[in-house]
């Protein structure tokens, strides 16, 4: 018998995605044709254990007068996890950066490490050495920071509204590694199989929802690196939105291939 805990690995929000992108309703069928498509859910048994466990934690429930068909609840929605670029770049910037320095002296390396993983996961900018730069308010990063890491209070933080000897472009181009950030960006744009071409091929569901979740993973893999930063202080040849219209494109091809699909 397969026990919960044979499924701690399960990737609730590429299933939870599909779901939206798909319409936010699947009958039974076409879920289970669906999650044939995934290798650790392709034996039915897992499936249905999959489907009970997301009813039980209300991330989907029944619907329809036969109650045959399942949609994604309200915390299904808060499960999914995917990026937001356009709310991101679509912030306006107030144009004072938000700059924090610390000092953490050699013997506490293991405290410095984990700081610069900390701040590099929120996707902060390393203007020089340990001083770290973002457009935004840093009050709430560097409050959940130190509610997790449990770091010592070593950080100085305050606003720079006006800058000399250089220009926020250049502030920008320092910051961020845009050489690997562009190698992301055009990795998915030139993807051989998270593509229209691949999803126009798909013969069946389980192809469908196996290019479906190639996608999401090049997707979010485009967006890994990049801070998102108001459109105002994109730099020169940035490609994300490029990305974010491709991704688009995509979900409303996937969208009509499902339909079809799901008449055969």
Same mark, same amino acid.
């Given at each position: ?28 069928? @076409?879920?289970?044709? =669906? =999650?044939a ?8 048994r897992?499936?249905?254990? =999959? ?10 429930s ?25 709310a ?8 004072? /950066?938000?700059?924090l320095?610390?000092? =953490? ?15 590099? @996961? %929120? ?10 730069i /973002? ?5 709430? #990063? ?11 209070? *070593? ?10 000897? *250089? ?5 920008? #181009?320092?910051a ?9 960006h ?20 389980? @192809? ?13 893999d ?23 219209? %491709?991704?688009?494109?995509?979900? %409303? ?12």
């Amino acid at each position: 018998m397969i026990q919960d805990n044979d499924m701690e690995h399960v990737d609730y929000g590429e299933v939870l995605d599909l779901f939206v992108a798909l319409g936010s309703v699947l009958s039974r069928p @076409a879920l289970y044709n =669906l =999650l044939a498509g995934y290798d650790e859910y392709a034996e039915r048994r897992r499936a249905e254990r =999959l489907i009970q466990r997301l009813q039980r934690q209300k991330l989907i429930s029944r619907t329809g007068k036969r109650r045959d068909a399942f949609t994604i609840c309200a915390d299904g929605h808060l499960r999914r996890a995917t990026p937001n670029p356009a709310a991101a770049w679509q912030r306006s910037w107030d144009g004072a /950066w938000r700059v924090l320095t610390f000092d =953490l002296p050699e013997v506490r390396r293991k405290d410095r490490k984990r700081l610069w993983q900390a701040l590099r @996961a %929120r996707k902060l900018g390393l203007l020089q050495r340990s001083v770290w730069i /973002w457009p935004h308010e840093l009050q709430p #990063i560097l409050s959940e920071i130190m509610e997790v890491e449990g770091l010592p209070e *070593c950080f100085c933080g305050f606003n720079a509204t006006s800058l000399f000897l *250089c220009t926020a472009a250049e502030v920008v #181009i320092t910051a961020w590694d845009w050489k690997e950030i562009g190698h992301q960006h055009r990795r998915y744009l030139q993807h051989l199989v998270a593509n229209e071409q691949s999803l126009q091929s798909a013969r069946d569901l389980p @192809a469908l929802a196996r290019v479906a979740r190639i996608e999401r993973r090049a997707y979010e893999d485009a967006f890994l690196f990049d801070p998102l930063l108001p459109q105002s202080l994109w730099p020169p040849d940035y490609n994300g939105d490029a990305v974010q219209a %491709r991704h688009e494109a995509f979900r %409303r091809l996937l969208r009509q291939r499902f339909q079809r699909l799901s008449l055969v």
